[in-house]
C-alpha cells in the first residue's frame, strides 16, 4: 500500500491569497460587522466589473438560486425544467418556492443538460399547454453547458433561463462569463469553490432593476421609508461586511486560481495518459473549462478497480476522492418527480470520480494522489496475471 503517513488531502479546501485580511480588518476598524458596509458595496462593484452585469451579494448560493427563481416568477404549482445530473442545491430552491422541478438528462460532451433533449421536453409540454415557468441550466465541474442552443430553444418556447454557475466561478461559453448568458445567473463562495467568503452567493442579472427587487428581497423586503413596514415577504440573504472582504481579496486572484485548477486536472491527465480505463472528463471546445474538480471516469473492466473500491483506496491513503453527484432522479427526495432521458448522467454518475483538486495542493500531495491511483490499477493488473 502506498504512503498512509502524511496530513489528509482533501477534496477542495480554501485558499486565501494573504489580500483577504486587509479588507477584514478594515470591517473591524471601522465597526462595519454587519450586513452593511464598504466591503459589500466594494465587492458588488468589482464582481459586477469583471461580470459585465449588475450584482447582489447574498449569503449562499442557494439563496440566490432562490431569489433568481422568484425574479423569474416561478411560484406555486409551477413546473422548472433542470438537469437532474447537479447538486441538490440546484433542484431545492423549486421546492422552496412550492413549484416542482421536472430533471432533464445530460449530454455527454459537457456532461450539462441536452440541448436537443430540452427541445423534446418543451415541445412535449407545448402540446399539452404545460411548458415550465423557468429553465435552469447548471455549468457542472466548471464547464459550461452548450448554451446556444439552450438559449435559441428556450427563446422559441419564450421560457426564461436561471443559469447555476456555483461551480464555473471564472470559466467561459464562447469568451462569455459562465453566468452572464441567460437574464439571471448565479454563483457560490462555499469554502470548497474556486473562491470563497466561507459562505456566500451572488446573484447578476441583466436588468439593474432586478437586482435591486432581490437586494430589497434579501433584506426582509422593508419598504423605503424609516418605518418598518412591509408589502411583500423578503428573507435575511445578505452577505456580511466582513465576508465580502474575504470575497475583494479572493477576486482580485481569481485568474490564478482558474490556472492553477486547470494545472491540476491537466497534471492528473498526463500523468494517466499510460493507463487503461481513467479519462479525464470532457473538455468541451465551446469555453474555458475551469475543471473547478478534476473529474475523471473509470471504467472497472480496463481499469481493474471499481469507482467505489478506488475511492476506498485513496481513503486509507489518507487522501480524500468523492464520487460526481448523484442525479436527482436517483434521490430519495425526488424519487416521484417527472423526468426526461435516458441514462448519460447516470452512466456518468456510476464510474465517475472527483479528484482532490484544491489550487493549494502542493506538487508532493498531487504526487502522492498519482500514486495511490497507478500503484491501484497497477497491483490489479498483478492480481490478474497471478490468477491468470
Ligand atoms: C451546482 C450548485 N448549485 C448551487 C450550489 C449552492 O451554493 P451554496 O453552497 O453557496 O449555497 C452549489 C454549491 O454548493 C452547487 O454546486
Excluded at 62 to 84: I, K, N, Y
Excluded at 193 to 217: F, H, S
Excluded at 320 to 334: D, S
Amino acid at each position: 500500500m502506498t504512503e498512509r503517513a502524511g496530513k489528509r488531502i482533501l477534496l477542495s479546501v480554501p485558499h486565501m491569497s494573504g489580500k483577504e485580511e486587509e479588507f477584514v480588518r478594515e470591517a473591524f476598524a471601522s465597526n462595519w460587522l454587519s450586513t452593511v458596509g464598504p466591503n459589500i458595496d466594494a465587492f458588488e462593484r468589482e464582481f459586477s466589473q469583471l461580470m459585465g452585469r449588475p450584482a447582489v451579494a447574498l449569503s449562499s448560493g442557494t439563496a440566490a438560486m432562490h431569489l433568481g427563481l422568484r425574479l423569474l416568477s416561478v411560484g406555486a404549482g409551477d413546473e422548472v425544467f433542470c438537469p437532474t445530473f447537479t447538486f441538490v442545491a440546484t433542484a431545492n430552491p423549486i421546492t422552496y418556492l412550492q413549484a416542482r422541478p421536472v430533471f432533464l438528462d445530460s449530454e455527454p460532451e459537457s456532461w450539462n443538460l441536452d440541448p436537443d433533449l430540452l427541445r423534446e421536453a418543451l415541445t412535449d409540454r407545448a402540446r399539452c399547454n404545460r411548458l415550465p415557468r423557468a429553465v435552469i441550466v447548471v455549468h457542472l465541474f466548471g464547464q459550461c453547458a452548450k448554451m446556444d442552443p439552450i438559449l435559441e430553444v428556450c427563446d422559441e418556447f419564450a421560457v426564461p433561463v436561471l443559469e447555476d454557475a456555483a461551480e464555473a466561478l471564472g470559466g467561459s461559453y464562447q469568451g462569455k462569463p459562465a453566468g452572464t448568458l441567460a437574464p439571471v445567473g448565479v454563483f457560490s463562495f462555499n469554502g470548497n469553490k474556486i473562491i470563497t467568503t466561507t459562505g456566500g452567493g451572488m446573484l447578476v442579472a441583466q436588468d439593474e432593476a432586478w437586482i435591486r427587487k432581490a437586494r430589497y428581497w434579501s433584506t426582509q423586503a422593508r419598504d423605503p421609508g424609516i418605518a418598518y413596514e412591509h408589502s411583500e415577504v423578503g428573507y435575511n440573504y445578505r452577505l456580511s461586511n466582513v465576508l465580502a472582504g474575504i470575497g475583494r481579496g479572493q477576486l482580485q486572484v481569481l485568474e490564478d486560481r482558474v490556472a492553477r485548477r486547470r494545472e491540476i486536472a491537466f497534471t492528473y491527465r498526463d500523468a494517466f495518459t499510460d493507463l487503461n480505463g481513467i479519462k479525464l472528463m470532457p473538455q468541451a471546445e465551446h469555453g474555458l473549462h475551469t475543471n473547478w474538480l478534476s473529474c475523471f471516469l473509470i471504467d472497472e473492466s480496463s481499469f481493474g478497480v471499481s469507482r467505489d473500491a478506488l475511492i476506498q483506496i485513496l481513503d486509507e491513503a489518507n487522501i480524500e476522492a468523492r464520487p460526481v453527484w448523484k442525479p436527482m432522479h436517483l434521490q430519495k427526495l425526488y424519487h416521484s418527480a417527472e423526468r426526461y432521458g435516458g441514462r448519460v448522467a447516470e452512466d456518468i454518475y456510476k464510474s465517475g470520480i472527483c479528484l482532490p483538486s484544491s489550487t493549494n495542493l502542493s506538487p508532493h500531495e498531487q504526487e502522492r494522489v498519482i500514486d495511490v491511483v497507478r500503484t491501484a490499477t497497477e497491483a490489479s493488473s498483478r492480481l490478474l496475471i497471478t490468477t491468470a
